[in-house]
């Protein structure tokens, strides 16, 4: 069992960005809750203002597999995705540590 960390790029749609932080800062606060989690984390693109990559650790494969598999996952993640033009999910385990 490794540890494991979800990702996503996001593009806001013009003029949503206000709106898209604070979905998925709500969507966040749902994750935050859900055993195997830790801090999710958003950032923005210093260059471009509109993109943004969002992270979080996880215990291990099998809890983020267990969270995206949830009955409320795509409800949650569809009130985030309609503030956004494009979004690219990734998963990520841990291989190196310095």
Same mark, same amino acid.
Do not use: C, I, Y
């Given at each position: 069992m490794s540890e494991a960390y979800s990702?996503?790029?996001?593009?806001?749609?013009?003029?949503?960005?206000e709106a898209f932080v604070e979905a998925?800062?709500? =969507?966040?606060?749902? /994750?935050?809750?859900?055993?195997?989690?830790?801090?999710?984390? /958003?950032?923005?693109?210093?260059?471009?203002?509109r993109r943004y990559r969002s992270f979080?650790?996880?215990?291990?494969?099998?809890?983020?597999?267990?969270?995206?598999?949830?009955?409320? =996952?795509?409800?949650?993640?569809?009130?985030?995705?309609?503030?956004?033009?494009?979004?690219?999910?990734?998963? =990520?385990? /841990?291989?190196?540590?310095?």
């Open positions: 990702s996503g790029d996001w593009l806001a749609k013009e003029d949503e960005e998925w800062t709500e =969507f966040a606060r749902w /994750l935050s809750t859900v055993p195997g989690a830790g801090t999710a984390r /958003l950032t923005r693109d210093l260059s471009e203002p979080a650790p996880w215990e291990s494969a099998e809890a983020m597999s267990a969270w995206k598999n949830s009955p409320e =996952f795509p409800e949650r993640m569809a009130a985030v995705r309609q503030h956004v033009a494009e979004f690219a999910p990734s998963e =990520f385990e /841990l291989v190196a540590e310095v």
